[in-house]
């Protein structure tokens, strides 16, 4: 695991009480009609707020919103999530119109300790996505101590994430923490057998994350149309169903090299077939053999589940990344749905540690009503993958040298 440094580390070597502490947290959060309609980010960064406040520190937070073009827009201020972030908390929280310079100092200079501000969008600069330091060290201005709490943030090297991590001693949050935790249990010091799960829609966003797997887990588990394309490429008849032909070869490398780091490739034995890709069309089930030529693939079947069911049963440890099927439209999400409770029924008995994440993973557990019995379900989409990818996030190397 890095060796970065925790709120142990910053409650050791120094008093809070009235200590300004820079925390970036990932209050890009969904808003609907000017209110915020998922309050997940806001609830995974409270627990770090509340401790420094609880402490006497003065809380200042740090995040991006949206996509500004380097410049203020008010259709992305912070304003309206400060305020939802206050009311969960509980706590004062206030706001200011910049991140840097006289407006944040004037408003951290009227801080009482023990409360919380919230800084305006730091892509309102274009230093901030440039990793400007004149920017990075103007923001540091603001606090005698950095924090990053937003995993999610951590694959982008921008001055809030990175930059400041060179003008502040710089510690890793409660969320960050457990993030870095979780993932560590899952693919960097995992208990054996490791299975890791990917699902969705096209090899060629995932070429990297399947190239990765291989060479660190016992068993992957190739789900979705990224399927397709992997049985074609071993002579299997696909129909209409999504598939990549140029990426045949990829296919076939990628089968070759898990076979040379002694990884088992599991691919559908059988598969869900439609003849159109609608909620409630007429199904069959039919072995990887017998696809006809007018059928999409659109799940996979009841023996495939059956089959990872058994494979689960030997894990001590499954990650998951996309899908079985095309789950949001019924009744397509069956296998997803049945393998995600398999995984989670095992996760609470407390048989094996299940971390999944990225891009539509949490939706579809979610969905499943899985989620909550996983061990851990990052909320981080890009970051997630990135990690899963093998890569250097620079946000949690920054942390690992300072
Ligand atoms: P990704 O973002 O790569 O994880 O892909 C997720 C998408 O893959 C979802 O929208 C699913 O509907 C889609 N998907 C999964 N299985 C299939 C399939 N057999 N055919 C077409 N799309 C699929």
């Known amino acids: 695991m890095s060796g970065h440094k925790t709120l142990e580390d910053l409650f050791t070597a120094v008093g809070l009480e009235g200590l300004r502490v820079l925390i970036r947290a990932d209050l890009n959060v969904p808003m609907q009609d000017g209110k915020v309609s998922d309050a997940t980010r806001i609830e995974r960064v409270a627990p770090t707020l509340k401790e420094l406040a609880a402490r006497g520190a003065k809380v200042i937070v740090l995040s991006h919103f949206g996509r500004p073009k380097g410049a203020p827009d008010e259709k992305y201020s912070l304003k309206p999530v ?3 972030l206050g009311a969960h908390l509980g706590i004062e929280t206030s706001f200011a119109a910049d991140c840097i310079g006289e407006t ?14 919230v800084l305006e969008n730091t892509r309102f600069h274009a230093g901030e996505e440039n990793n400007d330091p004149g ?4 923001l540091a201005r603001n606090g005698n101590v950095y924090i990053n709490d937003a995993f999610s943030c951590a694959h982008r090297a921008h001055a809030s994430t990175e930059g400041i991590t060179h003008f ?3 510690y890793a949050g409660r969320a960050m923490e457990a993030e870095l935790s979780a993932l560590d249990a899952a693919l ?3 208990k054996r057998p ?3 799960i990917v699902g969705g829609a096209k090899v060629s966003t995932k070429i990297a994350l399947l190239g990765n797997l291989v060479k660190k887990v016992d068993a992957l588990v190739i789900g979705g149309g990224m399927a397709n394309t992997f049985l074609a490429a071993q002579g299997k008849k696909v129909g209409k169903s999504l598939c990549e032909p140029d990426l045949f070869d990829t296919a076939r490398h990628i089968l070759a090299n898990a076979r040379a780091a002694k990884c088992d490739i599991v691919l559908p034995i059988d598969v869900v077939i439609a003849r159109e890709f609608k909620a409630g069309a ?3 089930t039919v072995a990887v053999d017998n696809v006809p030529e007018d059928a999409i693939i659109l799940d996979v079947g009841a023996q495939t589940i059956a089959h990872l069911g058994e494979r689960f049963q030997e894990a001590k440890t499954i990650v998951w990344n996309g899908p079985l099927g095309a789950f949001e439209v019924p009744p397509f999400d069956r296998g997803t749905t049945e393998a995600a409770r398999i995984v989670a029924e095992r996760s609470k008995r407390g048989e094996l540690v299940s971390v999944a994440g990225g891009g539509d993973t949490v939706a579809a557990l979610n969905e499943a009503g899985a989620a909550d019995d996983f061990t851990y379900v990052s909320a981080a989409g890009g970051a997630f993958l990135e990690w899963m990818e093998g890569i250097e996030l620079p946000g949690v190397a920054a942390l690992s040298r300072r």
């Open 135 to 138: 920017f990075s060290e103007a």
């Open 194 to 196: 490791v299975v890791a």
């Open 104 to 117: 944040a100092a004037r408003a951290i200079e009227a801080m009482k300790p023990g409360t919380v501000l």
């Open 188 to 190: 960097g010091n995992p």
């Open 82 to 84: 400060a305020d939802a």
């Open 168 to 170: 502040l001693p710089s």
């Open 282 to 284: 007429e199904t069959q």
